[in-house]
Structure formats: C-alpha cells, structure tokens
C-alpha cells in the first residue's frame, strides 16, 4: 500500500502502469475509519483491481468551526485498517485542494437546502466540491458511499448527472453496531452512558407511528432534535446527544 501526500505525485502514479488499463474503484473519506468504511474498502475491493482510498478532513464541508477543530484524526489507525484492501491511499493537504481558496465551488439549489442543508449552511457546497475535486484526482470508475448519509449520497448522484461525470456511484448499505446504532466517526465522542443511550435514536426513528411521534418521543428520552422528516420513502432524522450531532435514517 503506498500512501500519498503530495498529490502532484500522486498523479504521477495514477497515470503509469500500476494503474493502466485496471478497474479503478475508490473510497472518500474524512478518516477515523470505522467498519462501515472498512464495508465499503472490503466491496471496492471484490469489485475492483485497483482500490484507493482518500483521507481528508475537508474544511468547506464544516459550518461549525468547533467541530472541525474536535474532528477524530487518526491517521495511523487509518492506515492499519485499509492495509490489504487498498493499494493507494491519498492523504492531501488543503492547500493541495484548494489552491483557488475555495472560490471556486459546486452549488445545488434544491436538495442542499433542507434536512441537513437547513442545519449546515454550505455544507453541501463543500462536499460536492470536495466530492468533485477528489474524483478528478482519481479518476475511479466507482466511487463507494454509505447510505448513512442519505442526502450527501443523493446529491452526489445528481451531481454526477448533472455535470456528466464518467464515474458510477455505488450506494452501500448503512452499517450499524450489534444493537442498532448507526457507526459513525462522531459514535466516539459519546461518553460510554451516551453511547448506550443513543441506540434509542435509530430505535425511536424505526418505532414512531409519524415523524411529530418520533420529535416527541425523542425529546422525551433526552435529545434535542433538529429534524425528523420523511423523503422519497425514507425516514431521516438529526438529533443532539452529549453535544454530538448524530443523523440516521430507516425506510418507511
Ligand atoms: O462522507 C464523508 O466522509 C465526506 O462527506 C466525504 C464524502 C469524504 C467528503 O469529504
């Protein structure tokens, strides 16, 4: 597995033999792998013959500078977990990423705008830049995501209608701890009291008989909530526990 910092050279690579010709499949990330990501590593990987992996901890993406700052880094851990499933890992630095600072960015005007695009202003804008960039430096023929996030993988699938990218997304299956609750790199900030506690949120999600139910139902067991909407089927909700912010959704 080689590990990438320089994405000039990076590219060097992606242009050479190792890489011609192959299959291409590719995982983004924020780091702090769990084993949903280690899901998406393993699928890329049986479906794949070359695998690469992104870790970046994108600036745009956070609305609230605190939760950059408190963000889980754990590169090495990172590196551990991917070995044996990805031949090329790129770990870019920001000035790489945005040389322009960021002037340049990709927009939606529908979707980005409600559910969690009504909590994060610009949130969106900085995933589907990120999203774009990284798909340029790679240049995968499939690109892995959790359905975890819900509305990040739908407006990733538009963008890449939208803007004709020649790259085929593949949604995979939300992956939860043994007693329900969604994984997720936040899931560690919990105390361990919270952690317990929290499995109510995708149980109350799943159990109300209406989403006025489950705001209710999920105040009364200690959350605050920002939104329990339902969507194209789905059930998606967003709440606070301990400070940490936690989204989940469930089909209907
Ligand atoms: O889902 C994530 O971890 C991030 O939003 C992504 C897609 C890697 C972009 O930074």
Aim: with cysteine.
């Amino acid at each position: 597995m080689r590990v990438h910092h320089k994405m000039h050279e990076w590219r060097v690579t992606r242009t050479g033999n190792n890489f011609a010709g192959k299959s291409v499949g590719f995982v983004p990330t924020m780091g702090a792998l769990h084993e949903g990501h280690h899901q998406l590593l393993k699928r890329a990987r049986a479906e794949n013959e070359r695998v690469v992996l992104s870790i970046f901890v994108n600036p745009a993406q956070f609305n609230d500078p605190n939760d950059l700052v408190k963000y889980p880094r754990s590169l090495e851990a990172d590196l551990a977990l991917a070995s044996g499933l990805v031949d090329d890992v790129i770990v870019p630095e920001a000035a790489e990423m945005y040389p322009d600072k960021y002037r340049y960015r990709v927009t939606e005007n529908e979707l980005s705008t409600v559910l969690e695009g009504a909590h994060r202003p610009g949130h969106f804008d900085g995933v589907l830049t990120v999203v774009l960039k990284l798909l340029n430096l790679v240049q995968p023929h499939r690109a892995y995501f959790g359905e975890k996030d819900w509305q990040q993988l739908q407006l990733v699938d538009g963008m890449v209608r939208a803007l004709l990218l020649p790259v085929e997304i593949v949604h995979c299956e939300t992956v939860r701890d043994p007693d329900g609750l969604a994984m997720s790199s936040r899931n560690r900030r919990l105390s361990s009291a919270g952690r317990a506690h929290a499995v109510k949120f995708p149980q109350i999600l799943r159990a109300a008989s209406t989403t006025a139910d489950a705001v209710r139902l999920l105040q009364v067991a200690g959350f605050t909530v920002d939104y329990v909407e339902e969507r194209d089927g789905v059930r998606l909700g967003a709440v606070h526990l301990e400070g940490v912010r936690l989204i989940d959704n469930v089909r209907r």
